[in-house]
């Protein structure tokens, strides 16, 4: 049996991954800040692991229940009571990560503390039911990933369908300093509603992951191919697995050999391009992006209906004498040219005024700790 389905993103992008799910033909509805929970079954639950973009996790409810009295005690006991040969055996490895509200006080207050109260209870109930046998612990690589939310005098255990973070598409080889998660940026570019139709330009490309991340949309590339950590469940059967090998194949017959229009990638710094570019041949889109040497503050933005797409400094590594002047450069340069669109996460409200016309539409965004605001202009 299914247990509930937790589907994660980053906070703001929680519209973006329900018109995504439901564009996928899945039921969904907003949750908590930062989740959306699914209606399904699991294999609903891999079809979102497979080709959300803006998705972080996908997770499978296992056990609820209450912290009360000794909260070391009652974690423990919670958690041994979930009957955990369903999904593991004493050749299993497993990890646990613990969210912890940021409230908790006590023995909560440390997530390590509270992973190692679940992890001695996991491997306890497996020993118990393997005539003494236990599961190995692999923080790297686990059979089966337990992610626990700790908050409000209540635990929230859950399983890991794809066995780690899916904004990890596995093609970032060479990355550059502060790099943009994969997920967040596919939240960008879709929140421009792209679909590959239209021109593209990254005129801040970095590491390349906006523009890698647009030609993947583009080209209908899903986001996860590869292997999901549900596959090493003991619960995992040969149905399942055939009905995931079906989704794996729907998502590669609905691929294009190649983008509809052309996307441009530039940076001022050659080993960040050089970055890009090993990051884009290792996510199969390297003929697909144009990348140019060239300055931000006189870049040509292209021709009337071009989707400019930017991550612009926050102003952390330069001076707000040059961060201000990027900023006034850049925007002369976008208004020069009607009929463009820009889609900007910024995480420096100067950046906003420095475009000049109020953006069509902005919504507060989480990019890690980062408050930033997600704007778009039709200019």
Request: positive net charge; charged residues 30%.
């Amino acid at each position: 049996m299914t247990g509930r389905l937790i589907v994660t993103a980053a906070t703001g992008t929680e519209s973006l991954l329900v018109h995504e799910l439901r564009s996928l033909g899945l039921d969904c509805r907003a949750g908590r800040a930062g989740t959306v929970e699914l209606d399904g079954n699991r294999l609903d639950g891999a079809r979102a692991a497979v080709h959300s973009r803006v998705a972080v996790r996908v997770l499978e409810e296992v056990g609820v229940f209450v912290l009360d009295g000794d909260g070391k005690r009652a974690l423990y006991e919670g958690t041994r009571a979930i009957d955990w040969t369903e999904h593991a055996t004493a050749r299993t490895t497993i990890a646990v990560k613990v969210k912890s509200a940021s409230q908790n006080e006590g023995p909560f207050a440390s997530s390590i503390f509270a992973a190692q109260v679940i992890k001695d209870a996991i491997v306890d109930r497996i020993r118990d039911a393997s005539g003494g046998e236990r599961p190995s612990v692999d923080r790297r690589d686990p059979d089966v990933l337990v992610i626990a939310h700790i908050g409000r005098g209540r635990a929230e255990l859950f399983l890991d369908l794809a066995g780690g973070p899916l904004h990890r598409r596995g093609y970032r080889v060479a990355p550059t300093a502060a790099p943009l998660k994969e997920s967040l940026a596919a939240a960008v570019v879709l929140a421009a509603r792209y679909d590959g139709t239209r021109s593209f330009l990254d005129p801040m490309t970095g590491s390349g992951t906006l523009a890698i991340e647009a030609a993947r949309i583009a080209r209908r590339i899903a986001p996860r191919a590869g292997r999901l950590g549900m596959e090493r469940w003991a619960s995992f059967d040969d149905g399942a697995r055939v009905a995931l090998e079906r989704i794996r194949g729907e998502a590669r017959a609905a691929e294009l050999p190649r983008v509809p229009a052309p996307l441009v990638a530039i940076d001022s710094d050659p080993a960040a391009l050089e970055a890009a570019r090993a990051n884009a041949a290792r996510a199969r889109v390297d003929r697909d992006i144009v990348f140019q040497r060239g300055d931000a503050r006189a870049v040509d933005v292209g021709g009337a209906g071009t989707l400019i797409a930017v991550n612009p400094p926050y102003g952390d590594r330069l001076a707000a004498r040059d961060l201000d002047s990027l900023y006034e450069d850049f925007a002369r340069c976008v208004r020069a040219r009607a009929g463009v669109s820009l889609v900007a996460l910024s995480g420096n409200p100067r950046f906003e005024r420095a475009i000049g016309p109020r953006p069509r539409w902005s919504r507060e965004v989480r990019n890690g700790p980062i408050r930033c605001r997600l704007l778009y202009w039709d200019l």
